[in-house]
């Protein structure tokens, strides 16, 4: 099949595809063409809507592709859509974070962190689909553990839970923001990042866990 | 009707926890985290304690808990540092420890909040028929960079205001269920027609310190149910209560909120 007709069909289902679809699935679809090809194919569609200024573009987002609008047209898209987004509390959000990058985890654990009973917070989460209980731990009482799910990297525009900044990349902002001015100077904010490799060396075993994530 | 025993509580387990206030004192004071002065930390949270409590505000366990640990530290601060054995750390260490690794976490939490989110910034196609409702009229066009204010900025702002004003003393306020509902309906009926309200004024028309108090409580109340936010645009800048549901939405519907709060109250006996 030529390159062309390969990409408008990938085209086509990521049109009608309602998540993120994997590129096994695409090769499934499109059986007997080489899965080089469909990545080559793939990965021009994917160039082209960057480049053409489309009002979409293919993100790559839990483990698959996504067709996705771009973020600078929300506030007029928003005028169309009636579901209202999902609000996060500061308490859910800071929750999340932990089992995020903690995980798997028991509520236990997330409490210590915390410094507060999470259980209403969790419950909320759970609700949302953001976390998932995922097992019980092997302790007295066998408490479960929980762990975060594609809707949650799905939610954040998350490729997968590796796409998240390395946890010690906050550790310059947590001193500076808990008021340790004179060893960290105003830089806070407007460094995003320090460069992938740097960032996640000293992260070992703190980072977010696996590529997989609980469903 | 027995109002002692009907008084509010404000559950203050959505909103932050002795952790948070820690932070809080630590930026407010401006003090160097790793080697806070814990005089002055046990007294400033001992205040807050006390104020939370003359709200009648419901202070979790974990309050107290970390209030004895603050205790300790003092005291253990205050033994001479010759008798304590040569390789003890400092008693504030692990409590350092755990503010940083908390404070991380909330800075995870930031940058979650930071990401283009699903159905706010960014849309798939995932939407029938039925979600869409065609072009709406009303546009809102503000996008203000202001900055959420947390329950300790607010208590600050209220005690504040509470001084400012030559009011009668009350010891310990009771507050009844009823007109804390009444204010929420108060608060909700000027919200309906403007988004925007200053914090101080919705103390404009109080009397009493006890009315203060009650305005007060509503208005954590209506932040907790996330109907309302509290804003500020810079550190020192006024604080504004911003609408945080458009007008037509059925909890600015005049008895929605109320009923839904009274059927809390009466589920709650706590503790």
């Known amino acids: 099949m030529e390159r062309n007709r390969i990409k408008s069909i990938i085209e086509g289902l990521l049109f009608i595809s309602g998540e993120p679809l994997s590129l096994e699935r695409i090769v499934q679809v499109l059986e007997g063409e080489e899965k080089k090809e469909i990545r080559a194919a793939l990965t021009e569609l994917v160039r082209e809507y960057e480049e053409q200024g489309r009002g979409l573009r293919i993100a790559?987002?839990?483990?698959?592709?996504?067709?996705?609008?771009?973020?600078?047209?929300?506030?007029?898209?928003?005028?169309?859509?009636?579901?209202?987004?999902?609000?996060?509390?500061?308490?859910?959000?800071?929750?999340?974070?932990?089992?995020?990058?903690?995980?798997?985890?028991?509520?236990?654990?997330?409490?210590?962190?915390?410094?507060?009973?999470?259980s209403g917070v969790i419950a909320t989460l759970l609700e949302y689909g953001f976390i998932a209980i995922v097992g019980r731990k092997d302790v007295p009482g066998r408490p479960f553990i929980y762990g975060t799910t594609k809707r949650f990297l799905e939610f954040f525009r998350l490729k997968s839970l590796a796409d998240l900044p390395g946890l010690d990349e906050f550790m310059a902002r947590a001193e500076e923001q808990a008021g340790d001015q004179n060893l960290f100077t105003d830089r806070s904010r407007e460094q995003p990042e320090a460069g992938p490799e740097e960032t996640k060396a000293g992260d070992q075993g703190q980072g977010p866990g696996s590529e997989g994530s609980a469903d | 009707m027995l109002e002692t025993r009907e008084s509010w509580r404000v559950q203050l387990e959505i909103f932050e926890g002795p952790l948070d206030l820690l932070l809080f004192l630590i930026r407010k004071n401006e003090i160097d985290i790793y080697d806070i002065p814990i005089n002055i930390i046990v007294d400033q949270y001992q205040q807050y304690l006390e104020i939370m409590r003359s709200l009648n505000l419901e202070i979790a366990g974990e309050f107290l808990v970390m209030a004895a640990t603050l205790s300790q530290i003092k005291s253990k601060m205050l033994l001479p540092r010759s008798e304590v054995e040569e390789e003890e750390e400092d008693p504030r260490a692990e409590l350092v420890d755990r503010l940083l690794e908390y404070q991380r976490f909330k800075e995870a939490a930031g940058e979650l909040i930071s990401r283009a989110q699903l159905g706010r910034e960014v849309f798939v196609r995932e939407f029938d028929e039925e979600s869409l409702k065609g072009l709406v009229g009303e546009v809102k066009r503000e996008r203000l960079e202001f900055e959420e204010v947390d329950l300790f900025k607010l208590m600050d702002a209220f005690q504040a205001l509470l001084d400012s004003r030559s009011l009668q003393e009350i010891k310990r306020v009771v507050v009844e269920r009823v007109k804390v509902v009444d204010r929420i309906a108060a608060i909700l009926e000027k919200?309906?027609?403007?988004?925007?309200?200053?914090?101080?004024?919705l103390f404009s028309g109080s009397r009493s310190k006890a009315e203060m108090v009650v305005t007060f409580l509503a208005?954590?109340?209506?932040?907790?149910?996330?109907?309302?936010?509290?804003?500020?645009?810079?550190?020192?800048?006024?604080?504004?209560i911003k609408r945080a549901v458009p007008a037509d939405d059925q909890k600015m519907k005049p008895g929605y909120l109320t009923s839904l709060v009274s059927e809390k109250e009466s589920q709650g006996g706590e503790e």
């Open chain 1, 60 to 118: 790559e987002v839990a483990g698959g592709y996504q067709l996705e609008t771009l973020k600078d047209n929300a506030e007029f898209l928003a005028r169309l859509v009636k579901t209202r987004p999902i609000r996060l509390s500061k308490p859910s959000l800071e929750t999340l974070a932990i089992i995020a990058y903690r995980q798997p985890v028991t509520r236990l654990e997330v409490d210590q962190i915390r410094g507060v009973d999470s």
């Open chain 2, 191 to 201: 919200l309906r027609e403007n988004e925007f309200l200053e914090f101080t004024a």
């Open chain 2, 219 to 240: 208005l954590l109340e209506l932040i907790r149910l996330q109907v309302v936010k509290a804003f500020q645009a810079g550190n020192f800048a006024p604080i504004s």
